[in-house]
């Protein structure tokens, strides 16, 4: 019987949910407005897809091997609001008691961390859906992987979808991306190319090396001018757009465990934070017998909200 995994982007759904939902803060002033969204974004997402594992990955920094081939990557990013930093040792807190593993890996981006967990868990013959909103993650979308907005229940980009979407096919995602670049992470691409001539170029001749053997061939010759003058970026971002699936340190998908809640704890913490409607619904919720308890999965080395 095959299984079902969800692999969701913890640092976007902590941002969306924060911008989502303002001025909701504990009598004390505590900020709690990420925290409410962060939960509710999560019990959506698994209710309606219903894993059997459940991972959510945070954003450990810029790694050395990007930055060293783009200074600029991700440069133009302000720095994290306080009001949400301050909510992320309650994200961490949350996640413990609702027994729900975390990655985060200091120097590692989740976009890396999910692309390793996500092909590991294929290999292992489970249906892999990545809650993610990042158009990096589709060139992993195959026949167990797929992509879910985080935001949004009734959508799944499997590989035609991703085709629908872009205009070029999983496997193609890359080199789209290299020609088109990336305004949130700070990438360059092709002055004058935009999604839909790099959609039609990569139709026409396959790949960006494609293109670039037959460059003499391509037409019109504005297009042609305007790959030749910057092929060499589209070349670099080839290699900054292609997601590492082996980053150290990432658990073993064997190793997660199941999602393992602790009933008490997070009554006690949907309490402490003025959360009663959570509070109300758990206390609703009919209590797990004793004998199907499962033991709250171990988790990685850093894996405090502090990093990111």
């Known amino acids: 019987m095959s299984s079902s995994s969800l692999i969701i982007d913890g640092t976007a759904v902590a941002y969306r949910a924060f911008y989502a939902m303002q001025d909701l803060s504990t ?14 974004m999560l019990q959506q997402l698994t209710a309606k897809w219903r894993p059997d594992k459940l991972v959510v990955v945070f954003d450990g920094g810029s790694p050395a091997r990007r930055l060293e081939k783009l200074p600029e990557y991700k ?3 302000a720095p994290m609001p306080d009001a949400l930093r301050s909510q992320l040792p309650l994200l961490n807190e949350y996640l413990t008691a609702a027994g729900i593993p975390l990655v985060l890996i200091k120097g590692q ?5 999910m692309a390793t967990l996500a092909v590991r868990a294929a290999k292992q013959g489970s249906t892999v859906r990545l809650a993610t909103s990042d158009k990096d993650l589709m060139q992993l979308v195959g026949e167990n992987i797929r992509i879910v907005p985080p935001t949004k229940t009734e959508e799944e980009l499997d590989a035609a979808g991703v085709e629908a979407k872009t205009g070029v096919r999983p496997e193609q995602i890359v080199d789209w991306l290299a020609l088109v670049g990336d305004s949130a992470d700070n990438i360059p691409g092709v002055h004058g190319i935009g999604p839909k001539t790099a959609a039609k170029l990569l139709r026409q001749y396959g790949s960006l090396a494609q293109c670039a053997a037959q460059l003499d061939n391509i037409e019109p010759a504005g297009v042609r001018e305007k790959l030749r003058a910057e092929l060499d970026v589209a070349k670099l971002n080839v290699e900054l757009m292609t997601l590492d699936t082996a980053v150290p340190g990432v658990p073993e998908w064997p190793d997660i465990a199941p999602p393992a809640p602790d009933r008490q704890q997070l009554l006690d913490f949907f309490n402490k934070f003025e959360m009663h409607r959570f509070a109300a619904e758990l206390t609703a919720q009919p209590a797990v017998s004793p004998k199907t308890t499962v033991k709250p999965p171990a988790r990685p080395d850093n894996t405090q909200l502090e990093l990111f």
Do not use: K, M, V, Y
Request: charged residues 25%.
């Open 75 to 77: 440069a133009q990013r």
């Open 109 to 113: 981006e989740a976009d890396d961390i």
């Open 27 to 40: 009598r004390a002033g505590q900020p709690t407005n990420a925290l409410f969204g962060f939960i509710r």
